[in-house]
């Protein structure tokens, strides 16, 4: 396994750009004698590099890229107990499971991840609310730490740590997941377009006992008494039906970084406003494929050139129930008082089965996920007001996303983070865990 | 053995290196295209066993034979391979090392070691599995050559002469097989971004290949039906680079640091 010097090790919201020293190993093996060796700065693990901001970075140590682990181990076609190395992605599981009428139990808004960033990240999807995280799914985990192998299963203090653990505990080489049974590749959609935040609740309230799946886009086109409209997807399963995989290319792709940001200010309400009438126009209920439904921005290869060479923040933060309805209301309006707006704006309510990882995101409550621009101060200064409704709200944010979160804000929202680090592999760093820890 | 017989499922393959990344590659691609039943030689048996783990899930028949292909008896273990197998419909070698050539250069021990694993050793495999395939009329035997073998170049060319070497004995089987009905293939591939070039800097120009653009070549010309050339480039652009290469006048060559 040969460590290389990279420029080209970019995370998703392509902010930070410093070079990287990266191995792309093919075999569990290799990275076992890598550990031997003493590694300055450190190891980490990564996968798809679709987190958006520092975790998946370790300046001056070393990165171990997992995409060539990428191999089936076991596939129980009769209880869909799936085990695979860490760097399969999950539409290499839905191109293998789906045929046999399974699919992942959790999907986050892209298949293009690794099972172990899955997993590292502990993701969430529209089903929250009846499914909980990724990280309740997983049976078994085949961790590599500097001092050893071993297995862990659910109720293992290392489990714990491990899911959602932003690969610091070592390195997840394997893991068993328990998919879901399907009867149908599709999915039965309602696409409702609601006028007010407050439409929003009764929506999802209304939604919650009768769909699976559940999320909410908002229009920062609208201003004043629209303020907050948007469109409310619900779904579930269809029970029987063809059970037919994506197809694996893109339908169209963004070739090049372009210049500047085609998604800021006018552009970005021009977006905004169109596709709220697009969607409108699509409302009532449809019948989509899974890849539609679940991963629209997936067939657009590179969409994330589109904010240009500066990049951009993804900021996502949870707020729990007692004081969602508030803290939403509030961070809509910061934004739009700051005349910022965000091209990809996502609301979702979150159930209340607990995410089983120490530094899991979720919780029960309400979650926003917002797009900015890299406008540098400007968009630094808006996250930190945002922060504060965040915090005051007792909520917190999550770490896959904006890549600045504050040491203090970190730990207001993550009172275990004292115990987590003592699982935390010694010869392991991360920029974002010098950033926080 | 019967036309009949060929296209009985499932599609027997044996890759010899299989735990080369454009060999594993490749195997998944015939084990995404149908039944196979795979024979799997390399040296590490824990990786042959994570390979073939993988093929089983996806559907296809995988055994393993741990065996390093540098030393061990090719003509003992291929008749070993289609007696268990029952025939043998494509054998693939894939193994092979790029080697140091300052090294060589300053040790010819280290430089027979290379000339044998990369082409004694190899055609050893190549002459015992080209006589399987004559004697039961049928198959197509394909090995991954090197664009290093057209023309030697001071960088590379003791690993150039083995390539090179193996591509003549492969012009050589594929006249002796057409007569049988069986096949032989060398595929040269240019730049791919494997764990054998991982040391190379500045890989993923436009120039440089992945180990799934190759395996889709070779799937594409281990096809019985395939009527294509005994030496494939891949991707086939490097015909003509190579076209050029092999006509620079020695005078301008000579200057070049190739």
């Given at each position: 396994m040969i460590f290389q010097r990279r420029a080209d090790v970019v995370s998703w919201g392509r902010v930070v750009r410093v070079p990287q020293t990266v191995a792309m190993p093919r075999f569990r093996d290799e990275i076992a004698d890598a550990m031997m060796s003493e590694m300055p700065g450190g190891l980490l693990a990564i996968g798809q590099r679709r987190s958006y901001g520092d975790s998946i970075f370790n300046t001056g140590g070393h990165l171990i890229d997992m995409r060539a682990l990428d191999r089936f181990l076991a596939f129980d076609r009769d209880t869909g107990i799936l085990r695979a190395e860490a760097g399969v992605t999950l539409g290499q599981i839905m191109r293998l499971a789906v045929p046999a009428g399974?699919?992942?139990a959790v999907t986050p808004g892209t298949r293009h991840v690794t099972l172990g960033g899955a997993l590292a990240n502990d993701v969430h999807g529209k089903n929250h609310h009846v499914a909980g995280t990724f990280g309740r799914h997983v049976t078994r985990i085949g961790l590599l730490r500097s001092d050893g192998y071993r297995e862990l299963s659910p109720g293992d203090n290392l489990f714990a740590a491990t899911i959602g653990g932003l690969g610091l505990t070592g390195v997840i080489l394997w893991a068993e997941i328990q998919l879901q049974r399907i009867g149908s590749s599709d999915l039965d959609v309602e696409i409702t377009p609601y006028d007010s935040l407050e439409a929003f609740w009764q929506l999802a309230e209304a939604s919650t006992a009768s769909h699976e799946h559940t999320v909410a886009w908002i229009d920062f086109a609208a201003r004043g008494r629209k303020l907050g409209r948007g469109i409310f997807t619900r779904a579930n399963w269809r029970a029987t039906g063809s059970l037919q995989t994506h197809s694996?290319?893109?339908?169209?792709?963004?070739p090049f970084e372009v210049?500047?940001?085609?998604?800021?200010g006018p552009s970005m309400r021009a977006f905004n406003a169109l596709y709220y009438r697009v969607q409108k126009g699509k409302r009532g209920p449809q019948v989509q494929p899974y890849a539609d439904f679940f991963h629209p921005l997936d067939a657009v290869a590179d969409w994330n050139r589109l904010y240009g060479r500066r990049g951009f923040y993804q900021y996502q933060c949870v707020v729990p129930a007692g004081s969602m309805r508030d803290a939403i209301a509030a961070l809509v309006g910061a934004i739009v008082q700051a005349g910022q707006g965000s091209a990809l704006a996502v609301l979702k309510t979150c159930g209340a089965i607990p995410s089983p990882g120490l530094l899991s995101f979720p919780m029960e409550g309400a979650t926003l996920a917002l797009d900015f621009p890299n406008r540098g101060a400007e968009t630094l200064a808006l996250m930190s007001r945002l922060d504060g409704i965040v915090r005051e709200a007792g909520g917190r944010l999550y770490?896959?996303?904006?890549?600045?979160?504050?040491k203090e804000t970190w730990a207001a929202g993550y009172p275990q983070t004292a115990t987590f680090a003592r699982f935390v592999d010694p010869r392991f760093a991360s920029d974002f865990w010098r950033r926080v820890a | 053995m019967t036309m009949a017989a060929r296209s009985d499922a499932p599609k027997r393959i044996v890759i010899?290196?299989?735990?080369?990344a454009i060999a594993e590659e490749a195997a998944r691609a015939w084990a995404r295209r149908g039944p196979v039943r795979f024979a799997l030689v390399g040296r590490q048996p824990d990786r042959l066993e994570a390979v073939a783990a993988n093929l089983r899930v996806l559907g296809a028949e995988a055994a393993s034979y741990a065996a390093d292909l540098d030393t061990a008896d090719a003509a003992a273990l291929i008749s070993r391979m289609a007696a268990e197998m029952g025939r043998l419909d494509i054998v693939l070698l894939a193994y092979g090392t790029l080697g140091d050539q300052q090294a060589c250069e300053r040790d010819p021990k280290a430089a027979s070691q290379l000339l044998h694993t990369n082409f004694i050793s190899a055609a050893a495999w190549c002459l015992a599995a080209a006589s399987a395939l004559e004697a039961q009329g049928h198959g197509s035997l394909v090995v991954i050559g090197s664009v290093a073998g057209d023309r030697g170049r001071a960088s590379n060319f003791i690993y150039g002469a083995a390539k090179g070497g193996l591509g003549i004995l492969l012009q050589g089987l594929a006249h002796r097989l057409t007569k049988a009905g069986a096949r032989a293939v060398l595929i040269k591939p240019g730049f791919v971004d494997t764990p054998m070039t991982a040391h190379i800097s500045g890989r993923g120009g436009p120039l440089w290949s992945t180990p799934a653009r190759v395996a889709a070549v070779i799937v594409k010309v281990a096809e019985p039906a395939s009527k294509g050339r005994a030496i494939v480039y891949a991707p086939r652009f490097w015909r003509w680079i190579m076209f050029v290469i092999r006509n620079i006048p020695e005078r301008i060559f000579h200057k070049t640091r190739l």
């Open positions: 399974y699919f992942p694996e290319g893109f339908r169209r792709s963004v210049p500047f940001c085609l998604l800021s770490a896959a996303k904006d890549g600045r979160i504050p | 010899l290196g299989a735990g080369s």
